[in-house]
Protein backbone atom coordinates (compact mmCIF):
# COMPACT_ATOMS: atom_id res chain seq x y z
CA UNK A 1 0.00 0.00 0.00
CA UNK A 2 1.30 3.33 -1.19
CA UNK A 3 2.26 5.94 1.94
CA UNK A 4 1.14 9.46 2.23
CA UNK A 5 -2.61 7.60 1.68
CA UNK A 6 -5.51 10.37 3.01
CA UNK A 7 -7.70 8.13 5.27
CA UNK A 8 -11.07 9.46 7.24
CA UNK A 9 -12.04 7.71 10.07
CA UNK A 10 -15.47 7.29 11.01
CA UNK A 11 -15.68 6.76 14.27
CA UNK A 12 -18.40 7.96 16.97
CA UNK A 13 -16.60 6.05 20.41
CA UNK A 14 -13.41 9.19 20.80
CA UNK A 15 -12.06 6.14 23.07
CA UNK A 16 -12.13 3.86 19.96
CA UNK A 17 -11.32 6.51 17.35
CA UNK A 18 -7.59 7.05 19.04
CA UNK A 19 -7.14 3.40 19.03
CA UNK A 20 -7.62 3.18 15.22
CA UNK A 21 -5.59 6.66 14.81
CA UNK A 22 -2.57 5.29 16.94
CA UNK A 23 -2.97 1.92 14.97
CA UNK A 24 -2.94 3.59 11.47
CA UNK A 25 -0.09 5.84 12.56
CA UNK A 26 2.04 2.51 13.52
CA UNK A 27 1.37 1.12 9.93
CA UNK A 28 2.32 4.32 7.92
CA UNK A 29 2.43 7.99 7.20
CA UNK A 30 -1.20 8.29 6.60
CA UNK A 31 -3.52 11.60 6.61
CA UNK A 32 -5.75 10.66 8.62
CA UNK A 33 -9.37 12.74 9.65
CA UNK A 34 -11.54 11.43 11.85
CA UNK A 35 -15.24 11.93 11.57
CA UNK A 36 -17.11 11.19 14.86
CA UNK A 37 -21.07 11.65 13.72
CA UNK A 38 -22.56 10.80 11.03
CA UNK A 39 -24.83 13.88 10.31
CA UNK A 40 -23.57 14.85 6.98
CA UNK A 41 -21.43 12.42 6.20
CA UNK A 42 -21.02 12.47 2.62
CA UNK A 43 -20.60 15.69 2.16
CA UNK A 44 -17.76 15.57 5.18
CA UNK A 45 -16.07 12.48 3.39
CA UNK A 46 -16.51 14.36 0.03
CA UNK A 47 -14.97 17.54 0.86
CA UNK A 48 -11.98 15.45 2.23
CA UNK A 49 -11.64 13.22 -0.61
CA UNK A 50 -9.96 10.12 0.73
CA UNK A 51 -8.17 7.57 -0.64
CA UNK A 52 -9.88 5.12 1.86
CA UNK A 53 -12.57 5.43 4.15
CA UNK A 54 -12.42 3.08 7.38
CA UNK A 55 -15.78 2.44 9.37
CA UNK A 56 -16.03 0.93 12.60
CA UNK A 57 -19.30 0.07 13.99
CA UNK A 58 -20.43 -2.09 16.93
CA UNK A 59 -23.65 -3.13 15.90
CA UNK A 60 -24.86 -2.15 12.42
CA UNK A 61 -28.18 -2.17 10.72
CA UNK A 62 -29.00 -3.00 7.17
CA UNK A 63 -30.00 0.74 6.88
CA UNK A 64 -26.85 1.75 8.30
CA UNK A 65 -24.47 -0.37 6.43
CA UNK A 66 -26.25 0.55 3.69
CA UNK A 67 -26.38 4.43 4.86
CA UNK A 68 -23.09 4.51 5.43
CA UNK A 69 -21.44 2.93 2.68
CA UNK A 70 -23.72 5.55 -0.19
CA UNK A 71 -21.79 8.39 2.07
CA UNK A 72 -18.77 7.17 1.56
CA UNK A 73 -19.10 6.80 -2.36
CA UNK A 74 -17.32 3.43 -2.70
CA UNK A 75 -17.18 4.00 -6.32
CA UNK A 76 -14.48 6.52 -5.66
CA UNK A 77 -12.44 4.94 -3.04
CA UNK A 78 -11.89 1.87 -1.08
CA UNK A 79 -14.27 1.30 1.62
CA UNK A 80 -13.50 -0.75 4.81
CA UNK A 81 -15.82 -1.57 6.92
CA UNK A 82 -15.25 -3.15 10.60
CA UNK A 83 -18.48 -4.55 12.98
CA UNK A 84 -18.11 -6.11 16.50
CA UNK A 85 -21.61 -8.63 15.29
CA UNK A 86 -23.70 -9.18 12.72
CA UNK A 87 -26.48 -10.44 11.26
CA UNK A 88 -27.01 -12.85 8.80
CA UNK A 89 -26.91 -11.13 5.48
CA UNK A 90 -25.30 -7.99 6.26
CA UNK A 91 -21.86 -8.58 4.89
CA UNK A 92 -24.05 -9.47 1.54
CA UNK A 93 -25.39 -6.05 1.98
CA UNK A 94 -22.34 -4.34 2.68
CA UNK A 95 -20.57 -6.10 -0.02
CA UNK A 96 -23.69 -4.81 -2.46
CA UNK A 97 -23.20 -1.34 -1.23
CA UNK A 98 -19.60 -1.10 -2.72
CA UNK A 99 -17.49 -2.08 0.15
CA UNK A 100 -14.36 -3.14 -0.75
CA UNK A 101 -13.60 -4.79 2.85
CA UNK A 102 -16.35 -5.78 5.28
CA UNK A 103 -14.55 -7.87 8.85
CA UNK A 104 -16.63 -9.20 11.74
CA UNK A 105 -15.21 -9.40 15.42
CA UNK A 106 -14.44 -6.03 15.31
CA UNK A 107 -11.28 -3.83 14.78
CA UNK A 108 -8.12 -4.96 15.93
CA UNK A 109 -4.75 -2.76 15.77
CA UNK A 110 -2.17 -5.68 14.54
CA UNK A 111 -4.40 -6.44 11.74
CA UNK A 112 -5.56 -3.37 10.54
CA UNK A 113 -2.99 -2.96 7.77
CA UNK A 114 -3.06 -6.12 6.20
CA UNK A 115 -6.48 -5.44 5.82
CA UNK A 116 -6.25 -2.20 4.39
CA UNK A 117 -3.99 -3.04 1.72
CA UNK A 118 -6.45 -5.95 1.25
CA UNK A 119 -9.61 -3.62 0.57
CA UNK A 120 -7.32 -1.26 -1.81
CA UNK A 121 -6.49 -3.87 -3.79
CA UNK A 122 -10.17 -5.12 -4.09
CA UNK A 123 -11.10 -1.79 -4.81
CA UNK A 124 -8.65 -1.03 -7.50
CA UNK A 125 -9.43 -4.44 -8.82
CA UNK A 126 -13.30 -3.62 -9.38
CA UNK A 127 -12.23 -0.33 -10.65
CA UNK A 128 -10.07 -2.04 -13.70
CA UNK A 129 -13.28 -4.15 -14.14
CA UNK A 130 -16.00 -1.44 -14.47
CA UNK A 131 -13.58 0.34 -16.52
CA UNK A 132 -13.27 -2.52 -18.94
CA UNK A 133 -16.39 -3.33 -18.91
CA UNK A 134 -17.35 0.68 -19.76
CA UNK A 135 -15.33 0.28 -22.59
CA UNK A 136 -16.51 -3.34 -23.61
CA UNK A 137 -20.47 -1.82 -23.79
CA UNK A 138 -18.92 0.86 -25.62
CA UNK A 139 -17.00 -0.72 -28.21
CA UNK A 140 -20.51 -2.96 -28.36
CA UNK A 141 -22.17 0.02 -29.06
CA UNK A 142 -19.87 1.15 -32.00
CA UNK A 143 -20.40 -1.87 -33.46
CA UNK A 144 -24.05 -1.77 -33.65
CA UNK A 145 -23.59 1.34 -35.09
CA UNK A 146 -21.19 0.73 -37.81
CA UNK A 147 -23.65 -2.41 -38.79
CA UNK A 148 -26.20 -0.25 -38.98
CA UNK A 149 -24.20 2.28 -40.94
CA UNK A 150 -23.02 -0.47 -43.50
CA UNK A 151 -26.83 -1.66 -43.75
CA UNK A 152 -27.42 1.76 -45.06
CA UNK A 153 -24.79 1.74 -47.43
CA UNK A 154 -25.26 -1.70 -48.79
CA UNK A 155 -28.85 -0.62 -49.71
CA UNK A 156 -28.01 2.82 -50.85
CA UNK A 157 -25.07 2.03 -52.89
CA UNK A 158 -26.46 -1.59 -53.78
CA UNK A 159 -22.98 -3.74 -52.30
CA UNK A 160 -22.04 -5.98 -50.23
CA UNK A 161 -20.79 -5.99 -46.57
CA UNK A 162 -17.40 -6.00 -47.61
CA UNK A 163 -17.49 -3.15 -50.03
CA UNK A 164 -20.08 -1.12 -47.60
CA UNK A 165 -17.62 -1.57 -44.92
CA UNK A 166 -14.67 -0.32 -47.39
CA UNK A 167 -16.69 2.92 -48.11
CA UNK A 168 -17.27 4.04 -44.18
CA UNK A 169 -13.51 3.03 -43.59
CA UNK A 170 -12.30 5.46 -46.63
CA UNK A 171 -14.75 8.23 -45.48
CA UNK A 172 -13.11 8.02 -41.81
CA UNK A 173 -9.79 8.12 -43.77
CA UNK A 174 -10.74 10.67 -45.56
CA UNK A 175 -11.87 13.13 -42.86
CA UNK A 176 -9.67 11.85 -39.93
CA UNK A 177 -12.44 10.30 -38.38
CA UNK A 178 -13.35 7.50 -36.33
CA UNK A 179 -15.23 4.95 -38.27
CA UNK A 180 -17.49 4.58 -35.53
CA UNK A 181 -17.78 8.65 -35.69
CA UNK A 182 -18.76 8.36 -39.61
CA UNK A 183 -21.66 6.03 -39.09
CA UNK A 184 -22.86 7.53 -36.34
CA UNK A 185 -23.00 10.79 -38.49
CA UNK A 186 -24.55 8.74 -41.14
CA UNK A 187 -26.88 7.04 -39.02
CA UNK A 188 -27.98 11.04 -37.72
CA UNK A 189 -28.20 12.05 -40.77
CA UNK A 190 -30.74 9.29 -42.52
CA UNK A 191 -32.70 9.62 -39.60
CA UNK A 192 -33.09 13.38 -40.22
CA UNK A 193 -33.94 12.58 -43.60
CA UNK A 194 -36.50 9.63 -43.41
Keep these: MAQNLSIVVV ?3 RERALVIVDALREA ?3 EIHV ?21 DIENPSRD ?22 SDEGLSDTAIEA ?5 VVDGLQPQRLKPILDAAIARFR ?7 ELAETKKALEERKLIDRAKGM ?11 AYAI ?8 GKRLADIAASLVTAAGLLS
Excluded at 98 to 102: E, H
Design 35 to 55: LGSRTGLARQIKALSPDVVLI
Design 64 to 85: MLEELAIASDPMERAVAMFVDR
Design 28 to 30: GDY
Design 125 to 131: MFQRMRT
Design 168 to 175: LRKAAMDQ
Design 153 to 163: VMKARGVDEDE
Design 98 to 102: GVSTY
Design 11 to 13: EED
